[in-house]
Structures are given as C-alpha cells and as structure tokens.
C-alpha cells in the first residue's frame, strides 16, 4: 500500500511545535540542540498520519525506534509519546501558573480510579460497564461544563473538555434497549443483537478510549511541571 504523507500543515505543525529538536534526545538526556531529523509515525503505521501520531525524531532515534532488532528493547511509542508530549510542554510551560498545575494534580487524583477503570477495561467497556461507573461517566456528560474542577486555564480546560466530549460518546454506546442490568454491571444483550454489533461498539469504545488517553496523559504532563 502507497506510503500515506502527512499533508504538509501537519508536517509544519510537527516541526514548529517541536521546534526541531528531538522527543528522545529532550527525553533522555535533556538534550534541547536542534537536531536534524525526521518526523516518525509513533504506531509504526506511515498510513496513520495524523499529527497525534507523529513526532520529530533525530536520524539516529528515528533508526533505532524503528528497529526490529531483538536484542535489546526497542524504544516503546508510549515511552515516545511521553517525551515528545513532554517536550511540547516545555516549550509551553510559561503557560502554566503553579495555581493551574495544582488544579490539574487535584483533576487527576479526583479522577484517577475513572481512569484506571476505563483504560484497564478498555475495548471490554463495550460488554459491559460497572454501573456505578456508568453513573460517574454520566455525571460528568451532564454536570461537566458547571464542574468547579474545570480549569480556567485555556490550555487545561480544554484537554479537560476532550475527556468530557469523548464520555459522551463512550456513554451513548449503552442503548437501553440493547444492555440489561445484571446484577452490578450493564451488559450488551448478546442473546438478541448480533455479534458484529458488539464488535462496532468495541471499536467505538477503542476510540474514545485512546482519545481520553492522549488529553489523559498531557494533562500527566503538566501536573508534573
């Protein structure tokens, strides 16, 4: 299959806001020269182009991320991912008052048994949820927006809002008419819907799943400024 480029707004956005320096270089060593380089796909797919999915890497890093090599382990795109958003934050770091990073380590901790919840479960959410669970989903897709945790901060609140979009969309995969309670959970009525209809929610769960990871995970990022 033909190789899928990056359209060039998106290369340019990955080199501005890299600056050209290095996500394994800034993450490792702390290095911050600017590095010839290449922009890398983090998934190992070239067809997936979007720019949450790339990263600028020195030729070097960019060789030995993309090594097959078993002999030693290879650089894993989460530990990438996290330099490179790292690396972003650090060139916006001014960005951040220490009230705003306060804010966001007391979003985390308020949230994180959600979190640890939905990404242990993750494509299985689409069988089936905790309800109480689906009770604190719910609560945010109703009350967010007037949430005292909603951060002033442009920067913050909007990763926030991506959390809270993407809840609504996990929250509407539960048609009352195709779950039943069972005990403690909502289950996907197998016994009358296909299972290809699962399968659909699976993936629709997959996606908001990856997407609360990644604002998830940036928001990691400042909380430890």
Same mark, same amino acid.
């Given at each position: ?6 359209? /060039? ?34 998934? @190992? ?52 008052? =220490? ?11 308020? &949230?994180? /048994? ?12 689409? &069988? ?19 949430? /005292? ?8 609140r909007g990763? =926030? ?7 609504? @969309? ?17 289950k996907f ?30 928001? =990691?990022?400042?909380?430890v400024l």
């Open positions: 299959m033909p190789r899928k480029s990056a359209t /060039p707004v998106t290369q340019a956005d990955v080199v501005i806001k890299s600056k050209r320096r290095c996500a394994l270089c800034f993450g490792l060593d702390q290095n911050l020269n600017e590095r010839v380089g290449q922009i890398a796909h983090l998934d @190992g797919n070239n067809q997936n182009s979007q720019f949450g999915n790339l990263v600028w890497l020195c030729l070097e890093h960019h060789d030995k991320f993309d090594s097959t090599t078993s002999q030693t382990k290879n650089y894993t795109p989460i530990e990438v991912r996290t330099y490179r958003d790292n690396l972003y934050l650090h060139f916006n770091s001014t960005n951040f008052s =220490q009230e705003d990073i306060q804010e966001t380590r007391t979003y985390l901790k308020e &949230f994180g /048994p959600m979190f640890e919840y939905l990404f242990n479960e993750y494509e299985e959410l689409a &069988f089936r949820i905790d309800a109480d669970m689906l009770d604190t989903l719910a609560n945010i897709r109703d009350f967010w927006h007037t949430s /005292p945790l909603r951060s002033f901060n442009s920067k913050v990763l =926030q809002d991506s959390i809270a979009n993407n809840i609504v @969309g996990l929250c509407g995969i539960y048609q009352l008419n195709m779950y039943d309670a069972v005990g403690s959970y909502i009525d197998s016994q009358n819907f296909k299972h290809s209809e699962l399968t659909d929610r699976r993936a629709l769960a997959r996606e908001y799943i990856d997407s609360i990871g990644h604002s998830f995970h940036d928001l =990691q990022a400042i909380a």
